[in-house]
């Protein structure tokens, strides 16, 4: 990928259109429940980087894949990301007023609004994933891909992470239980985004294998710069509160080594995530740059 310069603007390009994929799938605000719609669209459509359909799309598109199969997963895969942020800022967990730059759903629509609005965020995603039945003649893929996404947000995923997280909120944490949280509240969602792109493109066994293992890295890569922006970036770059680790007494790669061994951390996992996506016959170079970018992402 050339440039910088260009990879901004193709990063633009792609994520326009994934705003309008997922502005597709939004529900309609009408009806009695028209105050819960509202809620859901108003987290939705904050904005956020769109990282997991992006990662689905470009790893759709790595294996060959053309069909519109994927574009109400990668809609879901928001939702179900943006689920796990509404709830992530109720009082009961983080308590956090700001997010993706304007004021946390509970805030706005109230907490039982906010809770709720995120359990329906949730369901409506696989009322979105079941569409794809009707856009492809491979269903057994879509089966597949959906038990990908059911597995890897639930229990043995991003759920069973964030409640060792929380279980253990303001204890202190060895490195093993660290990564456990991590591999399972972020990079199990990142996971589930490139697998579905390669599983619906029809990629081998072995080949999913292969991208389960780079999104891991880059999940973990992407949780522990997390942590570094937590403590070294600003409220207004980041969209919400900063030192919010500190306040919530989290255990995180920067409080157990410090800055710099956190940042080669990422260096680290991200180099090898490349490493593995080249290693691959195929090729996508906007792929294999935005995960080397990610690396240096302040926000
Ligand atoms: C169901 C009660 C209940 C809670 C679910 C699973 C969960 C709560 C929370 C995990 C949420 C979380 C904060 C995970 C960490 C992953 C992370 C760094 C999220 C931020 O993702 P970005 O930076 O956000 O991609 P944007 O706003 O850009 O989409």
């Not at 800022?89 to 907490?111: I, Q, S």
């Not at 992407?222 to 509160?241: A, C, H, N, Y």
Request: hydrophobic share 40%; glycine share 8%; aromatic share 6%.
């Amino acid at each position: 990928m050339g440039s910088s310069v260009n990879f901004k603007d193709e990063l633009r390009k792609r994520t326009d259109e994934i705003e309008s994929i997922l502005r597709s799938y939004l529900p309609e605000e009408k009806g009695f429940a028209i105050t819960m719609a509202k809620a859901m669209n108003y987290s939705v459509t904050a904005g956020g980087k769109r990282l997991r359909p992006m990662l689905m799309q470009e790893t759709y598109r790595l294996f060959g894949g053309t069909e519109k199969t994927v574009e109400p997963f990668m809609a879901a895969m928001e939702m179900i990301h943006t689920h796990s942020l509404v709830h992530d800022d109720l009082p009961a967990l983080d308590n956090d007023d700001y997010r993706r730059g304007r004021a946390t759903t509970h805030k706005v629509y109230g907490e039982a609004m906010g809770i709720l609005s995120g359990v329906a965020l949730l369901n409506y995603a696989y009322e979105v994933m079941l569409q794809a039945f009707s856009m492809t003649d491979q269903t057994e893929r879509v089966i597949h891909a959906l038990q990908v996404m059911a597995h890897k947000t639930g229990l043995y995923g991003m759920l069973g992470g964030q409640s060792v997280d929380v279980e253990n909120d303001g204890k202190p944490m060895d490195k093993k239980m660290i990564d456990y949280i991590y591999e399972n509240k972020t990079s199990a969602l990142i996971e589930a985004s490139m697998m579905t792109g390669a599983i619906l493109a029809g990629a081998s066994k072995e080949e999913t294998a292969l991208i389960e293992k780079v999104a891991k890295n880059v999940g973990l890569a992407f949780q522990i710069q997390d942590d570094i922006l937590d403590v070294t970036s600003t409220e207004e770059e980041l969209g919400k509160p900063i030192r919010s680790d500190e306040k919530n007494h989290k255990t995180t790669y920067v409080t157990l080594m410090g800055i710099e061994d956190a940042s080669g951390q990422v260096r680290k996992l991200s180099e090898e995530a490349v490493l593995l996506l080249e290693s691959l016959d195929r090729k996508n170079e906007f792929l294999n740059t935005l995960v080397h970018e990610l690396v240096g992402r302040r926000k």
